[in-house]
């Protein structure tokens, strides 16, 4: 049941500020699609520009 979990975990398209990262890649703020930053997976979300945003993983990422 937990590698279950974990690949449902692992295929979230979106996280916010605080949270950690399901899967490494390149994601970027919603706000400034043209900004991505490389993430690995468990790493904690930052704010973006010192205000906290939704990451979502960019479609050069994605495996």
């Known amino acids: 049941m937990k590698r279950i979990a974990l690949l449902r975990e692992r295929s979230t398209p979106s996280a916010s500020t605080g949270t950690h ?3 490494s890649g390149m994601w970027a703020p919603v706000d400034s699609p043209d ?16 205000i906290p ?11």
Do not use: I, K, N, Y
Not at 53 to 63: C, E, I, K, P, Y
């Open 35 to 50: 900004e991505a930053h490389a993430f690995f997976e468990g790493q904690v979300f930052p704010a973006f520009r010192g």
């Open 53 to 63: 945003t939704l990451w979502r993983r960019s479609a050069a990422g994605q495996d």
């Open 21 to 23: 990262c399901p899967a």
